[in-house]
Nanobody, 126 residues
Framework: QVQLVESGGGLVQAGGSLRLSCAAS????????MGWFRQAPGKEREFVAG????????YYADSVKGRFTISRDNAKNTVYLQMNSLKPEDTAVYYC???????????????????WGRGTQVSVSS
């Protein structure tokens, strides 16, 4: 069992930066692939970034590649999403998610993840 709590969201102007954190509880965190997803009003939840259990592999949606960076600190049971050069279209609720199987790779599909946080709002003004 893994519980996830996101933090770090807020309101920022276009071109600004935010750093999201996802604190995880549970002994399996260090062997679990993690992902960040987002959902804007009226839209489906979409993949943003994923990271393997040891941080050795990372994956990004084309829309955020070069602007966002996912990382993890297994000693702190925390995953981060550094978001730079934010755009109004990045406005959404951002969710942290964890896969349940040990050493599975991250996947860009919500159905591949078994544990979800409650989300944190990111709003980017133009």
């Amino acid at each position: 069992q893994v519980q996830l709590v996101e933090s770090g969201g807020g309101l920022v102007q276009a071109g600004g930066s935010l750093r999201l954190s996802c604190a995880a509880s549970g002994r399996t965190f260090s062997s679990t692939a993690m992902g960040w997803f987002r959902q804007a009003p009226g839209k489906e939840r979409e993949f943003v970034a994923g990271i393997s259990w040891n941080g050795g592999s990372t994956y990004y949606a084309d829309s955020v590649k070069g602007r966002f960076t996912i990382s993890r600190d297994n000693a702190k049971n925390t995953v981060y999403l550094q978001m730079n050069s934010l755009k109004p279209e990045d406005t959404a609720v951002y969710y942290c998610a964890a896969r349940s199987g040990a050493y599975e790779p991250p996947r860009p599909y919500p159905y591949a993840y078994d544990y979800w946080g409650r989300g944190t709002q990111v709003s980017v003004s133009s």
